[in-house]
Every structure is written in C-alpha cells, then in structure tokens.
C-alpha cells in the first residue's frame, strides 16, 4: 500500500528556517499531483503548496515567498523548504499524495493519500 513518511520537523525561532521531506513508498511521485498541509490546534486543515506531475506549483497566500515546494523523482522524495518562520507557522504539517483518477488536482478532496505528519513549532 502506499506510505508517505514525513521527516524534517522541529522547534525553531521565529525567522529560522526548516526543510520537510516527504518519503513516498508504493506511489510514483513523479506522475501525480502531490501537496503539502498543516494543521494547528483548535483549528482547520488549511493546503500550503502544492505541486504538479508538471512541476508547476502553488503556494497559499502565507506561504508565498517564504516556502518552496520541490521534488526529487528518482528519491521518491518531496520537499518543502520554509524560511523567515514566524509563530503563526506553528502546526503539524502533512504529506499528501493525489488519488488514483485525480492526478492533476490542485484541491484537498483529490489527495487520498496523507501522511502522519511531522509537528513545527516556532517561538
């Protein structure tokens, strides 16, 4: 089945900088569309990046200029590189893999695929 494993998390001081792996099993990386998301306590899943099997990739408003999205093919690996953190950054952030037959979605309810998460803290 397929396995997304976060990795890269941790506690930084508002204006570090983290970078967040995303080992896929099982799931070609290349070829669908594959997302980052986050969650703080007491409040909603909200998407932070997404990028497409053509590369092209998309940033929530508070995300762009300071986070980059990328991949590595032939690791199996997604990236999100966040600079200039800021306390509001603070949440558990998600893996997530687009769903058979959805390929090309730039929305949540096409990735079927999460993982458990990696928790960022700034303070």
């Known amino acids: 089945h397929v396995q997304l494993v976060e990795s890269g998390g941790g506690s930084v001081e508002a204006g570090g900088s983290l970078k967040l792996s995303c080992t896929a099993s099982?799931?070609?990386?290349?070829?669908?569309?594959m997302g980052w998301y986050r969650q703080a306590p007491g409040k909603e899943r909200e998407g932070v990046a997404v990028i497409g099997s053509d590369g092209r990739s998309n940033y929530a408003d508070s995300a762009k200029g300071r986070f980059t999205i990328s991949k590595d093919n032939a690791k199996h690996t997604l990236y999100l590189q966040m600079n200039s953190l800021q306390p509001a950054d603070t949440a558990m952030y998600y893996c997530?893999?687009?769903?058979?037959?959805?390929?090309?979605?730039?929305?949540?309810?096409?990735?079927?695929?999460w993982g458990q998460g990696t928790q960022v803290t700034v303070s």
């Open positions: 099982k799931y070609r990386i290349g070829t669908c569309a």
């Open positions: 997530a893999a687009a769903s058979i037959g959805y390929c090309y979605t730039r929305r949540e309810a096409g990735f079927g695929y």
